[in-house]
Structures are given as structure tokens and as C-alpha cells.
């Protein structure tokens, strides 16, 4: 996460007096949008993703603790922070706000001084775990998406084509040789093989949807939601092309005297076929066709 990147504070308060004075508060160094009552602090954190929130606990309609439990129940919401800004301030009320999963609470009348310091400590320790998240979803060797990322996002764009219709594609992609090269260039410049390659596929895949990952040792794998099996297929050989014309040495391929690589396309529009697991087996399946045909090619049919 950017540090230069200006974090969003979100003030959720029926006292338009309240909202005003956190908001004159905080501008300064955040982004603050505030909600007049539950229902649309809800909305704005849907929509927004902030990464703080500063809650009332009293107020018409929704009350702090009922926004609070649905925020927890949303996933898009869940690790938001939430400090409960309130005049309650039995001991009873703050234990219950912390118990439901607020992550401070405040009692008013606040002083500035107090709530701009905790506001920058949740803030700090949302930008520490948003910087956590991302290492965990990326491969430490090649700094592309890792299986983890590339599992959780099949599951979010199967479960997209399966009600848009539109299908997806996805592509298998396997080094070869790479262990004959590892053998005898050394694992230090197969590690560079690799990083090479992650690069070309990563830079390949032009539309904010399309996806590069690390599937596992030397094979990648390429999601290309809306993307029929033609598209697919020319994507792919673009990719292996590329890949082709880094030039590399390998001596001990028995393909051609450079690195190359064998990729397996897969394309599912039905319900059926749209399962994640269905959809890279048959991927699978074909790229150990493209391999028994010869290598160094794409293959997309059975």
C-alpha cells in the first residue's frame, strides 16, 4: 500500500454539529466522508471501503451497535476499524461496543488532541495490515499474484460468469525443461528464469481483470474472465511467444536452444464448466498435450 496515498476516515453521527467538528477535525490529513444516520454510514462503507470508521452508538433507526454488526457481517466491511465516538460512558457500554467488535471507543465531549492520536494509530495498523494482505497474496519469488490470490479470485470470476453468461478463460502455462535447467545453470539463474517469465505474462495480460500467478515451481497460470477460447488461444501465443524471444540459453531443451514454454487454454461458459476445479483440469489436460505434441506450443482443444 502507497504511504503517499491519503487514507479515508468515515464519521457516522446524527449531530450534524458532531459530524462538522470531526470532520473540520480531520481533513487536514484524511479524506473524511461523513453519514447522517446508519443506513447510509452503511452505504458509504460499502461503496468507499474506508479505512477507518468513527461511529455514534445513539442514533434514529440504526443504532451503533446494529451498524457495527453489520459491518462485521459483510465481508467487504468486516476489517474495517471502528471507533465508537458516544456520550455512553458506563463501563458496561464500553465493554459491550469492544465485545461487538469495535476496535476503540471514545467518550464525548472528546478532546481533539485525544481523537486525532487514536484515529492515526487505527489508521497506522489498517495501513500495516493492508501492507500484510498484499505480501500474502503475492509470490515472494516473482512479485506476481500467488496461488492463494489466483484461487480466491477464479472463485470471485466463475461465480461472475456464471450469472453474466459471458464465460472466461484460463491458461495453463509450464517452463520447459526447467528442471534440465536448474541442473545445469544453477537454481540461482532458474530463479531468474522465472522472474523473467512472471514479468513477460504479467505485462501481457492488458485489461485490469486479466490476471498472472505463480500456480506453483516453474508453471503459471493466466484468468482472462470474458474471454472466449479464440481470444484466449491468441493471447496465449502471444504470451509464449514472448516468452521465446527473451532469448535465454538453454543448452539441455530439446525444443529449441533457448527457454520456452508449453501452455494449456481452457474456455467455460456453462455452469458446468465454469467450476474452478473442472476448468484446470482441462487445462491440465492440455498442456500435457501441448507437451507430448512437442513443446514449445499452445494447445486449446482435446
Same mark, same amino acid.
Given at each position: ?5 491519503? !487514507? ?16 473540520? /477535525? ?11 444516520? %446508519? ?9 468507499? $471501503? ?10 434514529? %433507526? &440504526? ?24 456520550? &455512553? ?11 461487538? %467488535? ?20 487505527? /489508521?497506522?495498523?489498517?495501513? !500495516?495490515?493492508?501492507?500484510?494482505? $498484499? /505480501? ?9 499474484? +500467488? ?32 528442471? $534440465?535447467? +536448474? ?27 486479466? #490476471? ?11 484468468? #482472462? ?48 464448466? &465454469? ?6 483440469? !482441462? ?20
Amino acid at each position: 500500500m502507497d504511504s503517499n496515498v491519503r !487514507q479515508t476516515v468515515l464519521v457516522v453521527d446524527d449531530s450534524a454539529l458532531n459530524r462538522h467538528m470531526l470532520t473540520d /477535525l480531520l481533513r487536514s490529513d484524511y479524506t473524511v466522508l461523513d453519514a447522517r444516520d %446508519g443506513e447510509q454510514g452503511l452505504a458509504l462503507a460499502r461503496e468507499h $471501503q474506508p479505512d477507518l470508521i468513527l461511529l455514534d452508538v445513539v442514533m434514529p %433507526g &440504526l443504532d451503533g451497535h446494529e451498524v457495527l454488526h453489520r459491518l462485521k457481517a459483510d465481508r467487504r466491511t468486516a476489517v474495517i476499524g471502528v471507533i465508537f465516538i458516544t456520550g &455512553l460512558n458506563s463501563a458496561a457500554e464500553e465493554e459491550r461496543g469492544l465485545r461487538g %467488535g469495535a476496535s476503540d471507543y471514545v467518550v464525548k465531549p472528546f478532546h481533539a488532541a485525544v481523537v486525532r492520536a487514536r484515529v492515526a494509530l487505527h /489508521l497506522q495498523l489498517a495501513r !500495516q495490515r493492508r501492507m500484510l494482505e $498484499q /505480501l500474502a497474496r503475492v509470490d515472494g519469488l516473482t512479485e506476481i499474484a +500467488n496461488r492463494r490470490c489466483f484461487d480466491d479470485t477464479l472463485a470471485t470470476e466463475t461465480a461472475r460468469a456464471c450469472r453474466s453468461g459471458r464465460g472466461l478463460s484460463v491458461a495453463l502455462v509450464d517452463v520447459d525443461f526447467f528442471k $534440465q535447467y +536448474n541442473d545445469h545453470y544453477g537454481h540461482a539463474r532458474g530463479d531468474g528464469v522465472l522472474r523473467q517469465v512472471a514479468r513477460t505474462l504479467s505485462s501481457g495480460m492488458r485489461r485490469p481483470a486479466d #490476471m498472472a500467478a505463480r500456480y506453483g515451481g516453474e508453471e503459471f497460470v493466466l484468468l #482472462m474472465p470474458e474471454t472466449d477460447l479464440a481470444g484466449a488461444l491468441l493471447c496465449a501465443d502471444r504470451m509464449r511467444h514472448g516468452i521465446e524471444l527473451l532469448a535465454i540459453a538453454h543448452a539441455w531443451s530439446d525444443v529449441a536452444p533457448c527457454v520456452t514454454v508449453s501452455v494449456g487454454v481452457m474456455h467455460g461458459s456453462s455452469v458446468d464448466e &465454469l467450476c474452478g476445479e473442472s476448468l484446470l483440469l !482441462q487445462a491440465d489436460r492440455r498442456l500435457y498435450a501441448a507437451k507430448r505434441a512437442g513443446r514449445n506450443r499452445v494447445v486449446g482443444h482435446d
